[in-house]
């Protein structure tokens, strides 16, 4: 029943999707953010436009950043600390966004988003030839597969089955939010529109690396653009990591 006191989403902030689970917000170990100063101020920006939680998933790839947990975990916690010094409350955690070229391997041990939930992505040039054997073996170690950006992979864009066959392997799909905004392009755009429409999508993220990514996002979240387009599609963002 409908009561007075009930809490609507407000159009002008991404309460609604609460939790950020892709973002690259961790100083100087992948294409993210350059120095502390950079981390601060977006941690900062993406608390104040409505998120309780951000897990950040640098790139580990092996031929470019050759992240490890060895990387990657005692840099979050010097940010954690800077976080709470600065009195910014937002919860911050990290896994890693894997790159799954052809050799890579399903090792156990890897860093998961939380529980066992792993976030993969491939190359935006060419398909990861055996992708489907890659997210099998994870499946196998006892992960759930998350797949970064479908909507960014152009060589999908023509092939809506090669989509429908990554879904039924039970592969969990990540929006990026600028996909929707236009920020890399139409036919990503389009792909993206498509997708929701056939309520493809489980999950969405900021993939946030840079002051351009945090400005257009910041512009459609304060004006309501972002609300008005997928503000009620029921991401379960907060439902699996909340
Ligand atoms: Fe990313």
């Not at 939680?53 to 800077?82: G, W």
């Not at 998350?146 to 429908?164: C, D, S, T, V």
């Not at 990503?188 to 993220?205: H, R, S, T």
Request: charged share 20%; hydrophobic share 40%.
């Amino acid at each position: 029943m409908f009561s007075f006191f009930q809490k609507k989403n407000k159009v002008s902030d991404i309460e609604w999707l609460g939790i950020d689970i892709h973002s690259h917000l961790l100083p100087g170990i992948d294409d993210g953010a350059k120095t502390m100063e950079d981390s601060l101020k977006y941690i900062h920006r993406l608390q104040e436009l409505g998120f309780s939680k951000l897990i950040c998933t640098p790139h580990i790839y092996s031929d470019i950043y050759p992240n490890t947990p060895e990387t990657i975990l005692p840099v979050l916690q010097s940010v954690q600390q800077q976080v709470k010094s600065a009195g910014i409350t937002v919860e911050l955690g990290a896994a890693a966004e894997y790159m799954a070229q052809s050799d890579f391997v399903a090792a156990e041990g890897l860093l998961t988003l939380s529980g066992n939930y792993i976030l993969i992505e491939m190359s935006y040039l060419v398909e990861t030839p055996n992708i489907e054997q890659i997210i099998f073996d994870l499946q196998v170690k006892g992960y759930q597969v998350i797949l970064a950006h479908p909507e960014r992979y152009n060589f999908y864009h023509k092939l809506p089955e090669r989509y429908q066959r990554l879904k039924d392997s039970g592969c969990l799909m990540q929006m990026n939010l600028l996909s929707v905004l236009g920020y890399y392009g139409k036919s990503v755009q389009i792909i993206a529109e498509n997708l929701l429409q056939k309520n493809f999508y489980d999950l969405a993220g900021t993939d946030l690396h840079h002051d351009r990514h945090l400005a257009s996002l910041s512009s459609a979240v304060t004006d309501g653009t972002l609300y008005k387009k997928i503000g009620d599609y029921g991401f379960r963002n907060k439902e699996i990591f909340g």
